[in-house]
């Protein structure tokens, strides 16, 4: 998780990511004249939600990131697998029983886009990673090592082409009994676009949100070409910095903290493989930048997996995203668009 630290509450504050892998926003105060800038804070989805945004006065501020906090706990019903009652559970609650589930427009939506993701990732991102998430959690809390039955026990029910979706009457079927439906690597981006969708109704649009470090990013802030935001490798030279001007896309992270599970020498990350079952034992520190912040989000998630060799036949394929890898021996990669 990303930790912005507020150095400065006055209107021209500057938010740092303090990490390996960081982002940090620099804004500058606007013409007296022009909207105000506000900032709110909160934490949802298990996460630090920070937005800021452009808007004529204080009423409408309010008004507009209430409406916003109080989509973002409505997403948070739907998607969280820590809810008992939440639909994405009730939805995994079903599975292998053959019976087909009415999902609401959100959650279809939201696993219609995993599922693309899962198979442009060829499966590096998968949405049904659920069952090997909640092994390793235990593992992490416990302090055991998975055995090989229990890891092939989960690995039977993890698979996106075990999902099936009807359109028609948004309808969801889970094939095999076991399988659980995980957000986690593309929630927070999908509740970020949602909630700049918010803000538009308010006429707002000069805005992002850093859902726990995966931004959706709107307009530029008045007179303006973008956002100023540094993204940075974590050295201390200048190489390993760069500062990019955005507006409308989604900036991810993935793989800048991990907890650890050691057995026979060998250090295991709580981010788990889906197609191995195992917890990652190269970490890949990454950064997207793509079209949404559901994009990005679910690409980092996906490149944090798959490393460098595997990643940049990936990023052939996701010709609107920007990548920039790094594995822990310092071995790095950047396509050739990330600039």
Known sequence: ????????????????????????????PAPVNAQQRYAYFRNAMGSEFNLVFYAPNDSIAKAASDSVFKRIDYLNTILSDYLDGSETNRLSATA???????????LFDILQKSLYYSKQSNGTFDVTVGPMVQLWRRALRRNFFPDSLQILEVKQAV???????????????????GMRIDFGGIGKGYAADDALRVLRAFNITCAFLDAGGDLTIGDAPPQKEGWEIEVSSGGKDSTSKRVLILSHCGVATSGNTYRFLEHKGVRYSHIVDPRTGLGL??????????????????????????????????AKKIKKSRVWLLEQNGREWKSPNFH
């Open 96 to 106: 292998g029983s053959g019976k087909a589930f009415a999902a609401s427009e959100i």
């Open 281 to 314: 034992v190269t970490h890949t520190r990454t950064t997207v930048i793509a079209p949404n912040g559901t994009a990005a989000d679910a690409l980092a998630t996906a490149f944090s997996v798959s490393g460098i060799e595997e990643g940049k036949r990936l």
């Open 159 to 177: 698979g996106y082409k075990k999902v099936r979706l009807r359109a028609k009457n948004r309808a969801v079927i889970l094939t095999q009994k």
């Open 1 to 28: 998780m990303m930790k912005l630290q507020f150095r400065n509450p006055v209107p021209s504050f500057r938010c740092r990511l303090a990490l390996i892998f960081s982002i940090s926003f620099f804004y500058i």
